[in-house]
């Protein structure tokens, strides 16, 4: 019998391969992404570890000295001499710094300059041959504004530029000379030396003879090394720094392959409510639930193989795909390997994970009552009341969100707990309403509905029929809906978590960097005079001078400063400045003088009104913002200027920096600029890489709203060809099921914001770092429109369908 | 004479080559204005294969349907939607109205989607005839059968078509409900001066109508003004003989 059952059930599977296709897609996508992970994973380890490979293919031998002691130019030269050497470089690096420029320096890297075990090209000029030589990469070259023939002044002297070379994309201000040049020059000698041999044997025996050669004494601990041996440890150096990378990556996919998990139960749960007759047939001429479980649990094991090894499959051929595509735009990508124990072990995974998604609506089916077999489909869906175990389930885990939120604001404001346990809580409570929001969905999604579509209901007749065609099935709804929620929760938390992020670092970095650069001047710092003549310069803008005093701070002493906060874009939304008598303090100065906003302070010989307490530091890691009156009297410093550059990009900082030279003879000038887009690039890049990832969760969840509305497309062709039959216009069922896929997505993009604000606001607090609360509405309302948008197109190709019945269904009757 | 509706030399053929069925084989036939036709026929005989190139809900082979006098044959599909929706009226035996709306927003759909209001006084009227002033706020799953046949029939009647079209009305009926929706049909040719067009295979019913016309095979067989009950029984093939 049960046999027969499952015959039944899959030769059903074989008349309808498109539902096959339906309910299996989510797994599919989930596959895809997982296997095309691992597959990223592999080919990103190989191609970086051949870009930041500092061991040239031609390298046969590598010595490495282990602990304190390096090579010296001796030893160099002996391995040199060795027979059956053709070529060794002493590798080295050294930092110089350069004179005047604070803070700043080159770094000289040994290459031989040409021949196999080189690593850069000459563009321009001559490669350097002798002491005192060396070559710029072209990135420098601008930085330094050098070329060929010109120098480069360092603290310890000075350097002349032979030439411009073409280097690997390495980070900072870099020069390229012979080995015994960069030692020199650095002051130091050789940590590694890399051998090419005269021929494979000759390499052969070097590995093991050559520590005599150098070290006859055995006092050097060193490592003798094949060059393959030493690019292998780099690939896994590589890889280590990869799998950080790719352990965050693994974690978003993991959230998706529960978002497919759900987008399969809810699938099959329609697919089986579909089919409620026939199983309730089953039913009635004698099989037990039982049976009807095995058999469609069985059906969930079919679908879960062929969607887990279509979804490898498609992973390898993409994978295949992106590197042709990466190589043809000149990336230079090696091909995936083919990880045949990975692939299987990824079906096994969506075998399992099918199983498990099936399992409820498995339960849910086979208590069919043979009496359904006479009822319609339509009315099963329809239920909008839940089980009473569902409805304990999901007040419980309310209770239990609402209770890690209490637990967690009850411990605020204290400094002791760390932000790490109450992130976990807070993971904990985000997992309870969402476990609680698939539960209760069927309950939730009529009010949302109600409040999304009003603006349809009211406006079209299509609209309020697209909403009645979702509100009639609230179950199905629930389902679809609540995975778009989660992705949407996800990426506006990710996005106001962001926005305070910025919003923050912005102030923070404002504070460390008001400008764009920054001149000392002479001794006697820069004149009235000198100022006037930067203010006229072309290449500058909001040119403003301050100047600096220590001040006594309680028991301690901290920099006070009269920069007028008016005077600098950044500055001038984030502070005020004091009139006389009034000072603006740090919040650590305001602590340690046990004084607020509005109470007095002293500072030495001054007794101020503290006009405002900054959340961190003042300006350059003031202590004290004071007016330009006040300052006098406690002993200014020579005035500084600082300026923003007119042009954007590097060259307007070139230039703005080259002005102020001029205009300033003999001055140093910093610039800040580079702190500034360097962290903000960070956030930016972070935010995007996030968003992408996130986007996974949402493909899935777009997914589901494609299949759900498939599937109620093709339940509801009598509906479609009555609404047909009574004047409905192509375009017009078109619009209707398109607007209910968007509906879906308009139910799960509200439930989404409604959650992940708060979540986010949480987070941030309970980290505690002094970050804002911002709602970045115009970018919230950017994401849920698209989502609709996108919803509503994954529900085209169920609508173009949709169209096309004919008039006629709606009078054929079953 | 003008006709309400009128077929011209109609032949519809499912399917293609040696695998087609002829369902209609040349039908030439006309509905007056404010008339009250039934068609009858064996099982097979393309009763509703005419009622559905009449209603324009499908395509024919050949041949000519006018509606007003129109010729919906050379139609668009968006010319013929339009049609449908302001000049024909139907009532099918089963699958008549959408579960999700209410049975008010169900009688004036066609109404809704033509972006026009409804006649008070018609819907009124109508709703007070069929008895279902105080159904109009239930869904169809919360109605009877007959009561969710008379909210067909009322959404047939409030857009005032050129033609009602029903294909076996009353098939899913007891003999009770059946013959209040007869009733009703008739009230609304003798009231309203509305044009019906019906198949069905009830001789009784047929009865009710002012012309039976008889289809066997593709073809018009016979055409009755009046007809009685005993004399359709009587042209009735025996049962089985199909
Ligand atoms: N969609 C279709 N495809 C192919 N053949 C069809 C189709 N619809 C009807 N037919 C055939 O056309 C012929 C006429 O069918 P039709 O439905 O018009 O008969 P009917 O008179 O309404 O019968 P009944 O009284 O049983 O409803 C039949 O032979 C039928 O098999
Ligand atoms: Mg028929």
């Not at chain 1, 280590?240 to 497919?260: C, K, N, P």
């Not at chain 1, 692939?343 to 086979?366: E, H, K």
């Not at chain 1, 939120?405 to 404001?413: D, E, M, R």
């Not at chain 1, 479609?720 to 619009?735: D, K, P, Q, W």
Request: overall charge positive.
């Amino acid at each position: 019998m049960s046999a027969a059952v499952i015959r039944t059930q899959l030769s059903g599977i074989g008349r309808r391969p498109g539902r096959l296709v339906l309910t299996g897609l989510s797994v599919l996508v989930a596959c895809f992404l997982v296997f095309g992970a691992f597959l990223a994973r592999d080919i990103a380890v190989r191609a970086t570890a051949d870009a930041l490979s500092t061991t040239p293919m031609a390298t046969d031998v590598v010595l490495s000295v282990r602990g304190g002691t390096l090579f010296s130019a001796e030893q160099l030269a002996r391995v040199r001499a060795t027979p059956g050497v053709a070529e060794a470089v002493g590798r080295v690096e050294s930092t110089v710094r350069l004179r005047g420029v604070q803070r700043s320096h080159l770094t000289v890297v040994s290459d031989p300059g040409s021949g196999p075990l080189s690593r850069i090209r000459l563009v321009s000029g001559a490669y350097p041959a002798g002491h005192g030589e060396v070559a710029v990469d072209s990135r420098t070259a601008g930085r330094l504004s050098v070329s060929a023939g010109s120098r480069i002044a360092l603290e310890s002297g000075e350097v002349r530029v032979t030439g411009v070379v073409d280097a690997p994309a390495d980070p900072g201000e870099r020069a390229y000379t012979p080995d015994f040049v960069a030692a020199a020059l650095g002051g130091t000698e050789y940590p590694r030396i890399d051998i090419r041999a005269a021929s494979p044997v000759a390499a052969r025996q070097l590995t093991s003879g050559l520590s005599q050669v150098v070290d006859p004494g055995q006092t050097v601990p060193m490592s003798i090394r094949s060059g393959a041996a030493a690019r292998a440890a780099e690939v896994k150096d590589a890889a280590r720094q990869m799998d950080r990378v790719f352990e965050l990556i693994a974690m978003f996919v993991v959230v998706s392959v529960g978002a497919a998990a759900l987008v399969a139960t809810a699938t099959f749960r329609i697919v089986f409510a579909q089919r409620m007759r026939q199983l309730a047939l089953l039913r009635a001429v004698g099989a037990q639930p039982g049976q009807l479980v095995r058999a469609l649990l069985v059906e969930g094991a079919v679908v879960g193989l062929v969607a887990g090894v279509a979804g490898v499959v498609a992973a390898q051929g993409a994978g295949y795909l992106a590197v042709v595509v990466a190589r043809s735009a000149g990336t230079a990508l090696p091909m995936p390997d083919v990880p045949v124990g990975a692939g299987i072990g990824v079906v096994i995974g969506a075998v399992l994970l099918t199983v498990a998604a099936v399992t409820a609506p498995a339960f849910g089916a086979a208590k069919a009552a043979p009496l359904q077999a006479f009822r319609t489909s339509s009315t099963l869906s329809a239920e909008s009341r839940i089980g009473a175990y569902r409805l304990v389930l999901g007040l419980v885990l309310g209770v239990a969100a609402v209770g890690s939120v209490a637990v967690l604001v009850g411990s605020w404001p204290s400094t002791e707990p760390d932000g790490d346990s109450g992130l976990a809580l807070l993971a904990l409570a985000a997992m309870a309403t969402f476990g609680a929001l698939i539960a209760l969905g069927p309950v939730v999604v009529r009010p949302v509905l109600a409040a999304v579509s009003w603006p349809l209901r009211r406006f079209s007749t299509v609209g309020s029929l697209a909403t009645g065609g979702v509100g009639a099935a609230p179950r199905r709804a629930a389902g679809v809906s609540v995975v778009v929620a989660l992705g949407v929760a996800l990426i506006v938390a990710t996005i106001v978590g962001t926005s305070g992020m910025t919003a923050y670092l912005d102030a923070k970095l404002a504070m460390r960097a008001p400008a764009d650069l920054i001149a000392s001047g002479s001794d006697a710092g820069v004149d009235a005079a000198q100022v006037a003549a930067l203010r006229g310069d072309p290449a500058l803008v909001d040119v403003t001078a301050f100047r600096t005093a220590e001040v006594p701070i309680g028991s301690m002493s901290g920099l006070a400063v009269d920069l007028d906060p008016a005077a600098l874009p950044v500055l001038r939304s984030l502070l005020e400045a004091p009139r006389p008598g009034e000072v603006v303090l740090a919040q650590w100065a305001a602590d340690s003088l046990g004084v607020g906003v509005g109470s007095r302070a002293s500072l030495g010989p001054l007794s101020l009104t503290v006009r405002a307490v900054l959340t961190a530091d003042g300006p350059f890691a003031s202590a004290a913002l004071l007016s330009p009156t006040d300052l006098d009297r406690l002993g200014a410093s020579a005035p500084v200027v600082l300026a923003n550059a007119r042009g954007s990009g590097e060259t307007g900082l070139i230039t703005a920096r080259d002005a102020v030279r001029r205009l300033v003879p003999g001055t140093d000038v910093s610039l800040l600029a580079d702190a500034r887009t360097q962290a903000t690039g960070q956030v930016a890049g972070l935010l995007a890489v996030a968003l992408g990832l996130l986007g996974l969760t949402v493909l899935i969840a777009v997914v589901g709203v494609g299949t759900t509305t498939a599937l109620s497309v093709h339940e509801r062709t009598g509906e479609i060809g009555l609404l047909r039959a009574l004047g409905l216009s192509r375009g017009g069922v078109r619009t209707m099921i398109a607007s209910e896929a968007g509906l879906y997505g308009a139910i799960g993009a509200a439930l989404g914001l409604v959650l992940g604000v708060p979540f986010a606001w949480l987070a941030v607090s309970a980290l505690d770092l002094g970050v804002p609360l911002t709602l970045p509405l115009g970018q919230l309302l950017v994401v849920v429109a698209a989502l609709v948008v996108i919803a509503a197109a994954a529900g085209l190709l169920p609508a173009w369908r949709a169209a096309r019945v004919s008039p006629v269904a709606a009078l054929a009757t079953e | 004479m003008v006709f309400a509706v009128e077929a011209r030399a109609l032949v519809k053929v499912y399917g293609k080559g040696d695998a087609g069925v002829r369902a209609l084989d040349g039908v030439s036939v006309g509905f007056e204005r404010g008339g009250f036709t039934a068609i009858m026929g064996p099982s097979g005989s393309g009763k509703s294969s005419l009622l559905h190139c009449l209603a324009g809900l499908d395509a024919v082979t050949s041949g000519q349907v006018l509606v007003g006098g129109v010729d919906i044959t050379a139609l668009s599909d968006r010319e013929l939607t339009g049609v449908r929706r302001d000049r024909i009226g139907f009532v099918f035996q089963a699958f008549n109205l959408l579960p999700q709306l209410t049975a008010a927003r169900n009688i004036t759909l066609p109404l809704d989607l033509a972006g026009r209001r409804a006649d008070r006084e018609l819907m009124a009227g109508v709703v007070e005839v069929l008895g279902l002033a105080d159904r109009l706020d239930h869904r169809p799953a919360e109605l009877s059968g007959g009561q969710q046949q008379r909210v067909a029939l009322a959404r047939a009647l409030v857009a005032r078509p050129e033609v009602v079209f029903a294909d076996e009305p009353t098939g899913n009926l007891d003999s009770r409900s059946g013959l209040e929706v007869l009733r009703f049909l008739r009230t609304s040719v003798r009231s309203f001066g509305q044009t019906v067009v019906m198949v069905t295979h009830d001789p009784e019913a047929a009865a009710c109508a002012d012309r039976a016309v008889l289809v066997a095979d593709g073809r018009i067989v016979a055409d009755l003004p009046n007809p009685s009950a005993d004399q359709l029984r009587s042209l009735r093939p025996p049962a089985g003989a199909r």
